[in-house]
């Protein structure tokens, strides 16, 4: 690949409202957006980091500039992984180089990456965790929605509070939870039978990431997801036996391109796929699109939760995400100014 410009800022995306998930309230998250450009087209990403593992804007600017002269010399997305470690870096300049190869070649992105012509995918609407009728009337709110995720805290009584209050509004919604490690295993009977009298079809992290071998033969009825315990593609085989889900965020796995092999491996261990993001514009949203062509599960609701988004941007109807090849991975080159 020819010579590359890189040009990367910092962007703080300030969200409509404040978000509480367990353990943490969010108002404002920094990003980076990154372009490359080689004097005819140009490539573009963006990401927000993982804030669990201190993955913020100055750890992904303070990386990217440290291989400022390697990127530059215009990598393939494979030499990328062995230049810039999993994060928020790595997603990003990954991100960048796969739009700059769609407009080289005349090919969207989804077509170099072997996907079939892309669909609307069904996706989950997300509620922060607050007092329960507060949350049961921000269920009804989403009057689109055809499947919620609802974050939970790890107290357990007000938590089965807050489904319980969510499905009695939203009786007809596919519905997931999501306790961000929230509780220990000794809580987990009592939220399962409370989830499966809710019918709740996804329980996402229940327990801390390092804690994965707790839940070593735990038979669920309801299938459970892996997300802070689910990085890259290192952490496929350790889930097995585990977890049923593994939720992949390009954030976490440094981008598309490991996260669609995280997505076929994951499949190879009888393991179901979910997409999911952290918050972040239609431009950081886009990639995961094309990986959700592939998954079971999608939650792809990131913009939604932004003051503003970027023009043009992902479309929500009817329930589903749709993200025109003209966000990103246009085949037509993005203009070099």
């Known amino acids: 690949m020819a010579s590359l410009k890189l040009n990367v800022v910092r962007e703080g995306l300030r969200l409509a409202a404040p978000f509480r998930i367990s353990g943490h309230v969010f108002e404002l998250c920094d990003a980076i957006f990154v372009t490359l450009d080689d004097g005819a087209h140009r490539g573009r990403g963006e990401a927000a980091g993982v804030f669990y593992l201190n993955d913020d804007a100055d750890h992904m600017l303070t990386a990217i500039e440290g291989v400022r002269a390697a990127i ?17 870096a790595r997603n ?33 609407f997300t509620l922060g965790a607050d007092d329960p009728q507060v949350m ?9 929605a055809r499947a919620i995720k609802v974050k ?50 996804l329980i996402e992290q229940p327990l801390a990431r390092g804690r994965e071998a707790d839940l070593q033969g735990y038979k669920s009825p309801i299938p459970i997801a892996a997300d802070e315990s689910a990085l890259t593609l290192d ?11 593994f939720n992949i965020k390009l954030d976490k796995c440094g981008g598309l391109t490991e996260g669609l092999m995280i997505a076929r491996a994951a499949k190879d261990h009888g393991l179901e796929v979910m997409v999911g993001n952290m918050v972040c514009t ?25 003051k503003q988004d ?6 929500y109807r009817d329930g589903a995400a749709w993200c025109d090849d003209d966000v990103w991975g246009a085949t037509a080159a993005v203009a070099v100014v």
């Open 72 to 88: 530059e010399a215009g990598p393939s997305r494979e030499e990328l992984r062995g230049i810039l470690p999993a994060g928020g």
């Open 92 to 124: 990003a300049i990954d991100a960048a180089l796969w739009e700059l190869e769609a407009q080289r070649s005349g090919k969207p992105v989804w077509a170099l990456a072997g996907l079939p012509e892309p669909r609307p995918l069904l996706t989950t």
């Open 136 to 144: 049961a009337e921000g269920a009804r709110g989403y009057a689109q």
């Open 152 to 201: 939970l805290t790890g107290d357990l009584d007000l938590d089965i509070a807050r489904v319980q209050a969510i499905r009695a509004a939203r009786p007809d919604v596919w519905l997931g939870v999501d306790a961000n490690q929230g509780f220990a295993i000794g809580d987990l009977d009592a939220l399962v039978a409370a989830m499966v009298d809710s019918k709740v079809s």
């Open 235 to 245: 952490d496929v085989p350790g889930l097995v036996g585990r977890f049923d889900v």
């Open 282 to 306: 239609s431009i950081g949203m886009a990639p995961g699109f094309v990986l959700g062509q592939l998954c079971d599960i999608c939650d792809l609701d990131g913009p939604i939760f932004l």
């Open 310 to 315: 970027r023009t043009p941007g992902i479309v």
